[in-house]
């Protein structure tokens, strides 16, 4: 796979979307039914917070199909959120903002006070379960009364094991058989971004952040819905599932 170097940020944009979709091949279907949940909570014109933001691929997808909503995008990741600014630098319907979600402060570095919706995908099994549960809290106050937060991830139930274990054992083989024609899996695309220009010095300062991978923790759908509810949500419960992830929507 061939990416282009330097400040083609659309090409980077794409280059994470396929390396992701290695992962996840039904990335998108999760993205569509969260702006639908979205629009059915906030309208078509939402102020929404990215959370974990990364490149900014929800923020991206939203402002395609709401061209007046406003996002917010927080992350820590340097090298990602260096191909964020490049991508929407000019945007003035974006604000990035760098900040740890782990630092109960971050709340304070954001332009608004409130949100019609938060959204994130494939981002907080990073953070192990009190400084997530305590991230809920925060979150609760930052929507606004009849908002959303929506959180899409690796939601497994453990109560099924050999249905677990069959669904792994053939994802798995699909992602092999990608990867022998060419896909790029995610340390592979690190490595590229570590050779280009422009990256290498973000890229660099991303590992002595995080390492390798983060030890977060991974949770059931279940235990995402009640601590949702415990932090402060009226409702919470998957607006969507797939074998392995599913997409948790919370209702203030």
């Known amino acids: 796979m ?19 979709e290695w992962y996840l091949p039904d990335r998108e279907e999760r993205f569509r039914v969260m702006l639908d949940m979205v629009e ?11 959370l974990a933001c990364g490149t900014g691929s929800i923020t991206a997808r939203l402002l395609a199909r709401f061209p007046k909503a406003t996002s917010t995008g927080v992350d820590l990741d340097p090298a990602l959120l260096a191909i964020a600014e490049g991508t929407f630098g000019t945007d003035d319907r974006v604000s990035l903002v760098t900040a740890d979600l782990k630092d109960p402060a971050w709340v304070t570095r954001l332009p608004y006070d409130t949100y019609d919706a938060v959204l994130t995908a494939t981002a907080l099994h990073w953070l192990p379960t009190e400084p997530l549960a305590a991230l809920y809290g925060q979150v609760a106050e930052l929507v606004r009364d009849g908002g959303v937060f929506l959180n899409a991830d690796h939601m497994i139930d453990e109560s099924t094991p050999r249905i677990n274990a069959a669904e792994r054992a053939q994802r798995h083989a699909r992602m092999d058989q990608a990867k022998r024609e060419g896909v790029v899996d995610w340390a592979a695309w690190w490595r590229l971004a570590a050779q280009d220009p422009v990256l290498a010095e973000p890229t660099a300062r991303r590992f002595e952040i995080y390492g390798d991978h983060a030890d977060g923790d991974f949770h059931s759908v279940e235990w995402h819905a009640r601590t949702l509810c415990e932090k402060g949500f009226a409702e919470a419960r998957p607006v969507w599932r797939s074998p392995a992830d599913a997409l948790v929507l919370a209702l203030k």
Do not use: C, K, M, N
């Open 40 to 50: 059915a909570f906030a309208g078509p014109e939402p102020r929404v917070l990215d």
């Open 2 to 20: 061939t990416i282009t170097t330097g400040t083609d940020w659309q090409a980077w944009q794409e280059s994470w979307d396929r390396q992701q």
